[in-house]
């Protein structure tokens, strides 16, 4: 399979625990996304790079959420001190280039008991 | 604020049959239109865009600005279809993020 592809595709863990996501995007796409989905909701945008720089970030993440794409390849998203509120789907996206199709991975699902 | 309304959260219509699943939105300026869909474990994936005007598996959407809308629709179901389907725009600028709607159910029954 050559898109996008998420590990872990599951995560349970511990209130207060943290933890970390990874995404490997199309390669030479060099925008990537971050999104969460909750429960009966659509897709939320939390954070976007354009190669290495992380270019806009929503008001959803918060500061316990730090997101990197230290090579313009793979990013990864940290989540400290994790609340059950952050139970949810995290989707990871890329695309070439402004504009062009988004290429969506299977997300992973945090669980947070 | 721009947001994005999918009023029904399930449709459920026999095979064969027309369908349209509704979209709204508000932006005050010119965004793109998508629509996305999610077949039973697999990703979401693009079904269409507006600036394309193309049909795929069946389904068209056209965009109407006085409206505000973009339905999705197409004139004969196939149970193939079932799946969920989102609305979503984006503003065109620089992020060229998505800003999705609720998401719709189809259910296309035998």
């Known amino acids: 399979d050559t898109g996008v592809s998420q590990d872990p595709r599951h995560k349970i863990t511990k209130r207060g625990q943290n933890v970390t996501f990874r995404c490997d995007p199309i390669?030479?796409?060099?925008?990537l996304y971050w999104y969460r989905q909750t429960l009966g909701q659509g897709p939320e945008f939390l954070t976007y790079?354009?190669?290495?720089?992380?270019?806009?970030k929503s008001r959803l993440l918060s500061d316990r959420f730090s997101a990197e794409r230290p090579k313009g390849s793979f990013s990864t998203l940290e989540i400290q001190r994790t609340e059950q509120g952050d139970s949810a789907m995290y989707l990871c996206?890329?695309?070439?280039?402004?504009?062009?199709?988004?290429?969506f991975g299977q997300g992973t699902r945090l669980t947070v008991v | 604020a721009q947001r994005v309304t999918q009023p029904e959260k399930l449709l459920s219509v026999f095979k064969g049959a027309p369908v349209e699943l509704k979209c709204n939105y508000s932006y005050s300026g010119s965004p793109e239109l998508f629509w996305y869909v999610q077949y039973s474990r697999q990703r979401l994936q693009l079904l269409l865009r507006?600036?394309s005007r193309e049909s795929i598996k069946g389904f068209t959407a056209d965009l109407n600005k006085g409206e505000t809308s973009f339905h999705l629709k197409k004139p004969f179901a196939q149970e193939e279809d079932s799946a969920m389907y989102y609305c979503?725009?984006?503003?065109?600028?620089?992020?060229?993020?998505?800003?999705f709607g609720s998401g719709t159910r189809l259910l296309v029954r035998p």
């Open positions: 790079f354009q190669n290495e720089a992380q270019l806009e």
């Open positions: 390669s030479e796409h060099n925008r």
């Open positions: 996206a890329s695309s070439l280039g402004r504009g062009d199709k988004a290429f």
């Open positions: 979503a725009l984006s503003r065109m600028d620089s992020s060229y993020k998505l800003i």
């Open positions: 507006h600036i």
